[in-house]
């Protein structure tokens, strides 16, 4: 969870190339992405794929994907799951644990097949909602949590509910999206695309380009500075749709916001 500055000729790409809404078929190749996880707005008039948060309505002009983070807590709600739901949430010798890059997020359990149940349980209904809203797919975020676990679960735990996860999406009608974790082989678990967060700083574009092919979508940030966002349009311009953002993800019209692509 990761959350790019030159201007550069967009891509051409018709919204009809996209499918039928909830047809799980991600219309990747040859987009061109706005990424809204800082709060939803209008994007421009040459985009035509949208990633907003779940709780964030859908663009209901272009094909709109729903972030999901379904491996933690999200800030706002991890009192409420702690109250009604503790089971679901990760308690080690030394109490919660939780992402150390983002203390407010708490990992959810899934060291078993029991609480990687609760857990989808848990989540379905967030599924269901971004279905229900009209979103036509899900960034599901934090993959990677084995690893911030303190070992209390496993790599192949998290593949396990990545997997259930996968198919959930698919009962919903929806496409799933492999969010980072470059050592994941996301299509084996059932992910169509892929959404990676600085693969120019972390030499991870390649790996997800072989996974994926034309199906990835790549955020760099401002705070690297130009280099890598430059590089990727340099290295990259036809692989696959990459955005520049700022690193708060800010709405347009607030200081600091940045989107650019190539």
């Excluded at 708490?106 to 379905?124: A, G, I, K, N, Y």
Aim: charge should be negative; proline fraction near 6%; glycine fraction near 8%.
């Amino acid at each position: 969870m990761r959350r790019c500055a030159a201007a550069c000729v967009a891509v051409a790409f018709s919204l009809s190339a996209c499918g039928a809404p909830g047809s799980e078929a991600p219309p990747v190749a040859g987009g061109i992405v706005d990424y809204q996880l800082g709060g939803a707005y209008e994007p421009d008039d040459e985009v035509t794929i949208v990633v907003r948060d779940r709780t964030d309505e859908p663009d209901s002009s272009r094909y709109s994907i729903c972030y999901v983070n379904a491996f933690q807590t999200q800030p706002d709600e991890r009192e409420d799951l702690a109250r009604d739901r503790p089971e679901v949430l990760l308690t080690g010798p030394g109490g919660p644990v939780y992402d150390p890059d983002w203390p407010d997020e708490q990992l959810f359990d899934l060291s078993t097949p029991e609480l990687r149940s609760e857990v989808l349980e848990l989540v379905e209904p967030w599924v269901a909602g971004c279905a229900e809203d009209g979103f036509e797919a899900i960034e599901a975020d934090n993959l990677d949590a084995w690893t911030r676990s303190q070992g209390l679960y496993t790599r192949r735990d998290a593949e396990a509910f990545a997997e259930d996860l996968a198919a959930l999406a698919h009962e919903h009608g929806l496409a799933i999206g492999q969010k980072n974790a470059v050592e994941v082989d996301g299509p084996s678990l059932g992910f169509d695309f892929a959404v990676t967060e600085e693969c120019a700083v972390f030499d991870e574009c390649r790996t997800f380009s072989d996974l994926y092919g034309e199906d990835v979508i790549e955020i760099e940030y401002t705070d690297n500075g130009h280099e890598a966002f430059a590089e990727a349009c340099r290295d990259r311009y036809d692989d696959h749709p990459i955005t520049l953002r700022d690193r708060d993800l800010l709405p347009a019209g607030e200081e600091g916001h940045v989107v650019e692509t190539c």
